[in-house]
């Protein structure tokens, strides 16, 4: 079964959609996402995480859309500039551009100023996985500057194939209590160290993003971190489009039935108000947060080098 | 027939020889690519995998997979 007559942009299980119709079946999937989890209210002040990838970028995309129907909705533009040589560089450049076009403030921090090192030399210092250095002090900045500059809410590009890794990536390490903070939102609780976290794009497949923000002009390059591929997840990701490609709707399966016992694992695991870091004033689960730990690490192996 | 295809950083673009009325799913198979992981256009144009290919395309197969 087919939508229309014009050329056809995407392929679900059981009919072909055009560019338009699948512009509109992809926008009526995040609208809902975002009503069915209540995920965004009438008036924010909404930080969007903006890397200048294709996820974060559509997800911006959309919610200009919904900000421009909903005034009291505003949106800021926040990008973390890891130091990737060859490929921050460039996202950052796609993302300036970006929110120039959609009229959107956008603020950047560099791993560089507010760490005093990239996170290219912090890899050549100390041993440890790229993407577990990496996200530990993207984390910790986006909270940090989430609340200085008053936001709400901050939205993430994150997607359903980035929540079926992680579900999976879980589960294969034994550790339920991580997956009890995932979900299309997190950090809903009263605590003002964090900054509650949305995913629009929860719904929505890597391939459904790419597909809509090709045809919509949003970008038509999608080169992945260099870093990638030495990470855990890649391997998850990798054997679940293996999968996925045998099995189709196996991703989706996995996120909707992760959906029916989230609430369940958020009963069992539930998080009392988080610790503060004495360093840093941020969230810690002890006296120390992530970031701190790491810091004093990197510091310990530059002066032993 | 031969075709033209650019994938990922092989952005010059590679020739290949398909046999007549091939699709992109056949491309694909013979490139030992997913579909799940990449969108495929011809000029400016989204193409599916049941898409026949002709002589002389130029095709750009762009991998959609991130994620650190």
Redesign the interface.
Same mark, same amino acid.
């Given at each position: 079964m087919n939508c229309c007559n014009n *050329? #056809?942009? @995407? +392929?679900l299980s059981n009919k072909?959609l055009c #560019?338009e119709h699948f512009s509109e079946y992809f926008e009526s999937k995040v609208f809902k996402t975002i009503s069915q989890f209540n995920l965004i209210d009438k008036e924010e002040n909404l930080g969007v995480a903006l890397s200048g =990838? #294709? &996820?974060s970028l559509t997800l911006l995309f959309i919610l200009s859309k919904l900000a421009a129907k909903n005034p009291k909705i505003k949106l800021h533009a926040i990008c973390i500039d890891e130091g990737i040589e060859g490929y921050r560089n460039k996202t950052i450049i796609t993302a300036k551009e970006f929110c120039k076009k959609n009229d959107v403030p956008l603020d950047i921090y560099s791993y560089e100023k507010e760490f005093k090192m990239s996170l290219d030399k912090m890899l050549k210092t100390l041993d440890i996985k *790229? %993407?577990t250095m %990496? =996200?530990i002090f993207r984390r910790y900045l986006l909270n940090k500057k989430s609340k200085e500059l008053n936001f709400t809410k901050l939205a993430t590009g994150h997607n359903l &194939?980035?929540e079926a890794?992680s579900i999976v990536m879980n589960q294969f390490k034994n550790n339920l209590m991580a997956s009890a903070r995932l979900g299309p939102i997190s950090g809903i609780k009263k605590n003002r160290a964090f900054v509650p976290r949305i995913k629009p794009l929860y719904l929505c497949s890597? #391939?459904e993003? /790419?597909?809509y923000a @090709?045809?919509n002009g949003i970008l &038509? &390059?999608?080169? +992945?971190?260099p !870093?990638?591929v030495k990470?855990y997840? /890649?391997q998850v990701?990798d054997m679940l !489009? !293996?999968f +996925? !490609?045998n099995n189709l709707g196996t991703k989706n399966a996995i996120v909707n039935s992760f959906l029916e016992i989230l609430p369940e694992l958020k009963e069992k695991y539930k998080f009392g108000e988080a610790g503060m870091c004495k360093e840093c004033g941020e969230v810690a689960s002890k006296d120390k947060c992530n970031a701190c730990k790491l810091l004093d690490r990197l510091e310990k192996a530059k002066t032993n080098s | 027939m031969e075709i033209k295809v650019s994938y990922d950083r092989n952005q010059g673009g590679k020739k290949m020889e398909l046999d007549e009325n091939a699709t992109v799913k056949n491309l694909l198979e013979k490139m030992n690519i997913n579909p799940v992981t990449v969108i495929m256009s011809r000029g400016n144009d989204i193409i599916l995998e049941n898409e026949i290919l002709k002589d002389k395309d130029e095709i750009k197969i762009m991998s959609v997979i991130s994620g650190g």
């Open positions: *050329p #056809k942009v @995407f +392929e072909k #560019k =990838g #294709k &996820d *790229p %993407c %990496c =996200g &194939d980035d890794q890597e #391939k993003v /790419a597909t @090709f045809i &038509d &390059d999608f080169t +992945e971190c !870093n990638v990470s997840r /890649a990701r !489009n !293996n +996925e !490609n | -």
